[in-house]
């Protein structure tokens, strides 16, 4: 396939040299942080070959083709690192920076997978296997297979606080808690740090009076952000946490800039959202880890939640499970922060809870989203509210779950596999996931038109450009509808027609199928090329979870505080009610996270 080089994006700036800037989030110099078998075994004998130099290897990644460099000594791999690739930041750097090291020790490609990123690390390992048949060799004597330590021994760590969990929620915890000068460590059960937090899709609400300023928005108060929350969740969330969530918004904000580092873009998206200039959530977690490592909190990862520790009714500590089998026992004298996420990636759980879902079998969550920590919770005295409550979205790829190549617009609309509209194309997620359930299929494809995309250098709004998504095969790109619609294998004459019917009620400023209220501000779609998305239906967000109160505590069946146990983030219930409402997940997570680190 010929390369096409396009603009650097949010999604694909942080490629080639920035891996090394994740060191710290992958282990790197924080210690404990560092996972099992990062590549310090013995060098093994070379293979009996005599080839020398760089080889580049090719494999299909989860972002498309994945290049791998790897350079030959006489027979000896002496380095291997990524050459180009479109793989998710952050989520799967720490392949990027292990597997290499591990390979050039064992002289082997065979190297285990980090858990997380299957299929990037899968990719990894037969990039190299084809540089190395393109360099020539024997790819038998690189074949051995290499399995990664695992931590097999008991250990007990004595502190003040313990937060397990380290996406947005627990990081925010645990550097306010360092902040505040109190010993914490952090339990992750993966082999990195970032939680669900470094794939999302990063915008931030937060009621600004500063950057609204001489906008449309410049009068919105923080009641207004309570009410829009509120109303959002269908009047079903907790007041006293939304008017928290709400009045801390600001301060979090300014936190995040004045002591974390997290640069925003200037303007807002909309009333209340807050972008970061780096991609997905880096631009929250890479300063956040810079953070802990700064204050050089003790990280102890694979290491999974199985116990919360009790005594006369507080919790004192926690007992996790190492990836060997090994048990790390957290005696915490002050406070356990649980920030361990949704139960999202959980199907069948999922199912179970909410079943609205049953025929739904994707998820934009990564596999640590999984919810044992609810049960744990549970038998700890938590009270859990709004469990049935689980969101999905309406744009997810059915190859993977994922969201990043939804190329829908403000000037786009929605139509099934008959080519017709079948919703208000900006109804709340969970009436759009409604709508489209009930399609066949549940597939829907977005139409929109040249206006949209005038080059293939338009940044999408998930920070991809609509090359990089054609080049994906994530988009696609047609002369005419009727060719469109062939792509799309949809029917073409349902298409056209709907187009047509669409374009007179934008003429006639009323668009009285759906009632879509901006319809005085669409543009027709009539310019060629025409281009289209194809979406369904992902679980994304568990709105229901563990109780608690504005300062974080985690509250007993009878709405009492548990002494010494708070909670944050997704693993919580209360401020979404049953609809969360797009950017307020972020925000959530740092403001309670923040509120939790507070803790005496």
């Known amino acids: 396939m010929e390369e096409k080089e396009y603009t650097l994006t949010r999604k694909s700036f942080l490629k080639g040299a920035a891996f090394a800037g994740f060191a710290a989030l992958a282990g790197g110099s924080l210690g404990a942080c560092a996972p ?33 460099e790897v350079t030959l000594d006489e027979g000896r791999i002496v380095d291997v690192r990524p050459h180009r690739n479109n793989e998710t930041p952050g ?12 390979m050039v020790a064992n002289q082997s490609f065979e190297v285990d997978n980090v858990t997380g990123a299957t299929m990037t690390s899968t990719a990894i390992k037969n990039a190299v296997k084809n540089a ?115 009045e801390q918004s600001w301060p979090t904000t300014q936190w995040l800039v004045d002591e974390i580092g997290v640069v925003f873009y200037k303007d807002l998206q909309g009333a209340w959202g807050h972008m970061p200039e780096d991609p997905n959530g880096l631009g929250f977690i890479y300063p956040l880890v810079k953070k802990v490592e700064e204050f050089a909190v003790p990280c102890f990862l694979n290491a999974s939640l199985i116990e919360i520790s009790m005594a006369d009714g507080r919790a004192t500590g926690i007992v996790a499970e190492k990836d060997g089998g090994g048990i790390l026992t ?31 079998n994707l998820s934009t969550n990564p596999v640590n989203a999984t919810g044992e920590c609810f049960a744990i919770a549970e038998a700890a005295g938590a009270n859990l509210i709004n469990m049935d409550s689980i969101q999905a979205v309406h744009f ?30 900006e109804m709340p997620r969970d009436d759009s996931v409604a709508g489209l359930s009930q399609q066949t299929d549940q ?60 374009n007179a009620m934008v003429e006639a400023g009323e668009d009285t199928a759906f009632h879509l209220e901006t319809i ?14 194809k979406l369904t239906i992902a679980i994304h967000y568990t709105n229901g979870g563990i109780e608690i109160d504005p300062q974080a505590h985690v509250l007993d069946a009878s709405g009492a505080i548990i002494p010494g146990l708070y909670a944050a983030g997704e693993c919580t219930g209360g401020v979404m009610g049953t609809n969360r409402m797009g950017g307020n997940s972020v925000a959530d997570v740092m403001i309670f996270g923040r509120i939790a680190g507070m803790a005496e």
């Open 396 to 425: 997810a790829d059915p190859a993977s779950g994922q969201v990043d190549w939804d190329i829908e617009s403000a000037n786009s609309i929605f139509v099934n596999k008959e080519g017709k509209r079948f919703m208000n194309e």
């Open 520 to 533: 005085g501000r669409r543009s027709k779609i009539e310019e060629g090329p025409f281009y289209s998305s």
């Open 132 to 246: 190395l048949e393109n360099a020539g060799a024997d790819t038998k004597d690189y074949n051995e297979k290499v399995e990664r330590k695992k931590d097999a021994e008991d250990e007990t760590v004595e502190t003040e606080f313990v937060v397990v969990g380290s996406g947005g929620a627990g990081l925010s915890a645990a550097v306010t808690l360092a902040q505040n000068g109190k010993q914490v460590v952090i339990v992750e059960k993966m082999p990195r740090l970032g939680g669900n937090t470094l794939v999302c899709g990063a915008l931030m609400n937060a009621w600004d009076p500063i950057r609204t300023k001489g906008t449309e928005y410049e009068a919105n108060t923080v009641q207004d952000f309570i009410d829009w929350t509120w109303e959002g969740g269908n009047e079903a969330g907790k007041m006293d946490l939304i008017q928290a969530f709400a």
């Open 91 to 102: 989520l799967t750097d720490l392949s990027f920076r292990l597997m290499p090291q591990e």
């Open 330 to 360: 957290v005696n915490a004298s002050k406070g356990v922060i649980l920030a361990t996420g949704g139960l999202g990636h959980n199907l069948e759980m999922v199912k179970e809870l909410d079943p609205r879902y049953e025929n739904v």
């Open 443 to 502: 597939l829907m494809f977005t139409i929109s038109d040249s206006r949209d995309w005038p080059t293939m250098d338009t940044v999408t709004g998930f920070g991809v450009t609509i090359g990089e998504c054609i080049e994906r095969g994530k988009a696609y790109k047609a002369d005419t509808l009727e060719e469109l619609a062939a792509m799309l294998e949809i029917d073409p004459d349902g298409l056209v027609a709907t187009v047509n019917e669409y």
């Open 36 to 68: 099992n078998g990062s590549g310090n075994a013995p060098e093994k004998a070379a293979p009996k070959n005599s080839i020398s130099g760089t080889y580049v290897g090719t494999a299909e990644g989860m972002g498309g083709d994945l290049r791998m």
